[in-house]
């Protein structure tokens, strides 16, 4: 099965921007979609976006419509989350994940003043 490695986390302040990347290896990337999810302290983990094999892409949250763009580079076997306007309610760990790949170790996203 594949992984991936997620990165570009950390504390950020209410209307500041991050950008998630996660590197996927072991599962031939090009050919699935990838997910990013999310879970916050005490609540169950939610899918957030999710990018098609030639770009497309899909928000799930209305919550973060218009505020964050997935991404992906496939020479690379990267995606990208691209975070703005960030809220304390984002606030959480960030995976990647695709239907050949198991739960990674997720980036921590914390929007605090």
């Known amino acids: 099965q594949g992984h991936f490695v997620e990165s570009g986390g950390g504390l950020v302040q209410p209307g500041g921007s991050l950008r998630l990347s996660c590197v996927g290896s072991?599962?031939?990337?090009?050919?699935?979609?990838v997910g990013w999810y999310r879970q916050a302290p005490g609540k169950e983990r939610e899918m957030v976006a999710s990018v098609h094999t030639r770009g497309g892409s899909i928000i799930f949250l209305d919550s973060v419509k218009g505020r964050f763009t997935i991404s992906r580079d496939n020479a690379k076997n990267t995606v990208y989350l691209q975070m703005n306007s960030l809220k304390p309610e984002d606030t959480a760990v960030y995976y990647c994940?695709?239907?050949?790949?198991?739960w990674g170790q997720g980036t921590q996203v914390t929007v605090s003043s």
């Open positions: 072991g599962f031939t990337f090009g050919n699935y979609a």
């Open positions: 994940k695709t239907t050949d790949s198991v």
